[in-house]
């Protein structure tokens, strides 16, 4: 199962239940508003997915309604709360200059472009390779102890379930014994009252 990770540009939020941030799909259903969503994102070529999503951290507190103890977005809530980062900016003045150079030629894209063109087409977080490790690591201990307490447990309960066949088998040969006694006292003052 994909973690849900917010789409927009250079937020690095994903979901977890430690953080108290809700994830909101694009809506696709309704396209006049799924429109001013991407507008609002400022991404180039971003096309949004079923399992596209931006964080309520992009949202202003207006946006949201409370049902229950639910916090709800507006039908018609836009996100807006976007943070410009210098990369972006950057980003966006080398597009300005990439569309002026097609109509200039060759030479003057040489020049107006220094350095290299860096898009922002897609939503992946790169985390550090050791902290996935580390991560991996603890979650690989985590389930060897869970399946120790598992079999622990179910040991526990096979020995449960014997003790209770044996306190069966115990009362149902109680109840037998009792039986017989009950018959032999019975017969026992029967004899005593006949003679």
Known sequence: ???????????TNRYSR??????????LARPDVCDKWVSAMKRRNFK???YS??????????????ECNNR?????AVPSLFAVSKLHIQQQQQQQQQQQSRS????????????????????????DAAQQKRRITQLESQLEKLRRN????????????RQLERFRAATSDIQKSGKHWEKTASSYSKRCMTS
Do not use: W
Not at 1 to 11: D, K, T
Not at 18 to 27: G, L, T, V, Y
Not at 104 to 127: K, Q
């Open 18 to 27: 430690d953080k108290n941030i809700s994830f909101h799909k694009f809506p």
């Open 104 to 127: 200039l030629g060759e030479d003057a894209i040489l020049s107006l472009h220094p350095g290299p063109f860096i898009s922002s087409d897609h939503n992946y977080t790169v985390e």
């Open 53 to 66: 999503s931006i964080c309520s951290q992009h949202f202003t507190r207006d946006s949201f309604r409370q």
């Open 1 to 11: 199962m994909m973690v849900q990770s917010c789409s927009a540009h250079g937020c």
């Open 48 to 50: 949004p997915t079923k």
């Open 150 to 161: 598992l079999k622990t447990v179910q040991q526990k309960c096979r020995r449960q379930e």
């Open 72 to 76: 709800v977005l507006k039908d018609e």
